[in-house]
């Protein structure tokens, strides 16, 4: 075999194999494009819609969230939409199932989102046509809640509260700038401030000397003597209620439940009433030496009698002295 | 010529031809592989790239599986491989062509009965015709894995989710469209090519002038048809 025909033999393996492996990748290129695996089992489904709102061949679906399959085709008919799914799980659906064309995402895109139904709802018999919801419209719904705001602020007055708090807002805001009221002053005077500052260094000091055990009262919170001190009047206290309670001494006896005390006082008050009646009524010595005059003129007369002897016996004493020394030898 | 030359393509089946056919499909397929995988592969990173940078804006860069591939099937497989077949192929036939013309080596096989379209022509267009989808379907494959390389590796996306999303809005219309385009070009490239190749004069500078020509026209041809096979397949 010439050399021209041995490099002609392998251009040609080259070429072929190169074709050979590029066909290859358009089958399967193909195949992936298709929406149909034909590796895995797929189940069919035909799902009819009044209106599929934009959905597109390739467009996803959803049993409860999980990617189950695409749509496979769409055919317009006399009835509706009708769009054939494949799907890779077979979907059980029950009578109160529910199929609808929801969008992906606000940038547009939609899928179909199948709801089996309830456990309890009976399955679905295999000839029935399966109908799927009407789409939800988010831009009309969105329309529609637009609309019903804008008319609760132009309608109801919403804009003219608004208007109204932003003005009074407006001058809360002018008056604490300027400083008007105590809000006011507080933010902008800086006497409070101070005072507040210096009630914190008073603070400050109090407690500096209390902890020092200055004063008083940081003695008492410091010096354990005047606790003792408290101690020692509060079991004397103590011992002291407690022979009140049992009836000791003069007190104790007034407060125990034996009245003969009491008994002694009121006899004793009894007789004095009586004394004090007698008395009053001038009866006895002390009665008439209490309402008696003629007594009290008798006193004073003899007292002035008796002192006027005794001012006679001074003036006649040295005399008599004198006379009884020299003739008292006699 | 392309006329003439399509009415030779009966004789593309005989053996003489087909090795010619072989052999130019050798020369315009297997040894632009390697350009063509360069170019490929950046184009497909530099489509996921720009593409998800912005689409990471919003939180969508797990989209550009969809982007890359789709641009790749329907304008720039096509479009990338018609350029670089159209400079490096396409100038070649021409020059080649050229020399044999100013050097009368076509005069000397039209005198011994050789038809020069048939022999010349012929085997260039049915190899750039045949070679032209399969170049674009490895420049598209290309294209698409340099994308899930950008993506799985810059952009976070990973090679499940950029494939899977890949499939999600291309379809098979979109590549089968793209080959479609890739046949024009190839038959383009081929045309001009041999038709400035022939309409050579002036010895050397003939040739150069032939070459250039041939990028220009082949160029200008490839937008103005893409556009126009784009606009018949895809109408608003």
């Known amino acids: 075999m010439s050399s021209s025909r041995k490099r002609l033999i392998g251009i040609e393996l080259i070429v072929g194999s190169f074709m050979f492996l590029i066909l290859c990748a358009l089958g399967f290129v193909t195949i992936i494009l298709s929406y149909d695996n034909v590796f895995t089992k797929s189940y069919e489904m035909t799902v009819l819609f009044q209106d599929v709102t934009g959905l597109i061949r ?28 494949t799907l890779k799980y077979e979907v059980r659906l029950r009578e109160d199932y529910s199929i609808r064309v929801e969008p992906s995402s606000v940038l547009g895109g939609r899928f179909v989102a199948i709801k089996e139904g309830s456990d309890d709802a009976p399955l679905l018999p295999s000839e029935a046509t399966i109908v799927g919801d009407p789409p939800i419209d988010i831009i009309a719904e969105a329309s529609a809640a637009i609309k019903e705001i804008r008319s609760a602020l132009e309608e109801g007055g919403i804009l003219g509260n608004l208007e109204a708090t932003m003005a009074n807002v407006r001058e809360l805001s002018d008056k604490l700038k300027n ?37 008083s009262l940081g003695k008492l919170m410091n010096d354990d003597e005047v606790y003792d001190n408290i101690a020692a009047i509060s079991a004397d206290l103590k011992e002291v209620s407690g022979r ?84 008292g030898a006699f | 010529m392309l006329g003439e030359a399509m009415t030779h393509f009966r004789s593309a089946l005989k053996r003489r031809a087909r090795h010619d056919i072989v052999e130019q499909m050798y020369v315009a397929g297997i040894k632009s592989l390697g350009v063509i995988t360069v170019v490929a592969l950046f184009t497909g990173m530099i489509l996921a790239l720009q593409t998800g ?23 720039m497989g096509p479009f990338m491989t018609a350029l670089i077949i159209a400079a490096s192929v396409g100038s070649a036939i021409a020059a080649h062509i050229g020399t044999m013309v100013v050097s009368e080596e076509v005069a000397a096989l039209e005198i011994m009965s050789i038809n020069p379209v048939r022999f010349l022509v012929m085997p260039r267009l049915v190899s750039l015709m045949i070679m032209m989808p399969l170049l674009t379907l490895f420049t598209n494959i290309i294209g698409v894995i340099g994308g899930a390389i950008v993506g799985a590796t810059q952009l976070e996306v990973t090679m499940t989710a950029y494939f899977d ?72």
């Open chain 1, 179 to 215: 400083g008007e009221g105590t809000l006011g002053k507080l933010l902008t005077d800086d006497t409070l401030y101070e005072d507040v500052e210096k009630m914190a260094s008073n603070l400050r000091s109090i407690s500096d000397r209390l902890e020092k055990g200055e004063g």
């Open chain 2, 165 to 236: 999303n890949a499939r999600l809005f291309a379809q098979n219309k979109d590549l089968y469209v793209g080959l479609l385009k890739s046949v024009v070009f190839g038959m383009v490239i081929a045309t001009v090519a041999c038709h400035q190749g022939f309409s050579t004069t002036e010895g050397a500078v003939g040739v150069g002038r032939a070459t250039r020509r041939t990028v220009i026209i082949s160029f200008l041809t490839i937008l103005v048809l893409g556009y126009m096979i784009t606009r018949l397949f895809y109408k608003l």
């Open chain 1, 58 to 85: 390739g467009d996803k679906v959803y049993v409860q969230g999980v990617d189950v399959g695409r749509v496979k085709d769409m055919l317009i008919t006399k009835d509706g939409v009708e769009v054939d799914l």
């Open chain 1, 244 to 327: 009140l309670a049992r009836g000791e001494g003069t007190i104790g006896k007034l407060f125990a439940p034996d009245d003969t005390l009491y008994k002694d006082l009121s006899e004793a008050v009894a007789s004095m009433n009586k004394v004090m009646g007698s008395i009053s009524s001038g009866e006895g010595t002390l009665g008439k030496l209490v309402n008696d005059d003629e007594l009290y003129e008798e006193l004073k007369n003899a007292l002035v009698e008796v002192r006027a002897m005794l001012d006679d016996l001074r003036e006649t004493s040295p005399f008599t002295s004198l006379t009884s020394i020299f003739f």
């Open chain 2, 53 to 75: 940078l912005e689409l990471r804006r919003f939180g969508l860069q797990a989209n550009i599986g969809t982007a890359v591939t789709v641009v790749m099937l329907r304008e």
